[in-house]
């Protein structure tokens, strides 16, 4: 079965750090543009960051100097290192694989 699975959401304080992981099965990462967004209630689903099978990274502008995407191909993983968080950061967050292929989403809640 080809799948993503999320893992690392949670409720942080503002200013602190989170770690999501993405791990695929049934499909070769390194194949693949990767990439997380995230979707705020009431809101559409924005990027956040991509990398490319080379390993360019793009981020959206909210997250740039905050967060990092980084992908482990020998580990079949993609990471979002999440920093200096904020409550506008609150979202569930969507690994994305080119195809494209969606993860199920994981939460994370930033309080004030």
């Known amino acids: 079965q080809v799948q993503l699975v999320e893992s690392g959401g949670g409720l942080v304080q503002a200013g602190g750090s989170l770690r999501l992981s993405c791990a695929a099965s049934?499909?070769?990462?390194?194949?693949?543009?990767m990439g997380w967004y995230r979707q705020a209630p009431g809101k559409q689903r924005e990027l956040v960051a991509t990398?490319?099978?080379?390993?360019?990274?793009i981020y959206a502008d909210p997250v740039k100097g905050r967060f990092t995407i980084s992908r482990d191909d020998t580990k079949n993983m993609v990471y979002l290192q999440m920093n200096s968080l904020k409550p506008e950061d609150t979202a569930v967050y969507y690994c994305?694989?080119?195809?494209?292929?969606w993860g199920q989403g994981t939460q994370v809640t930033v309080s004030s």
């Open positions: 994305w694989r080119s195809g494209p292929l």
């Open positions: 049934g499909t070769l990462l390194r194949l693949n543009h």
């Open positions: 990398i490319t099978i080379g390993g360019t990274t």
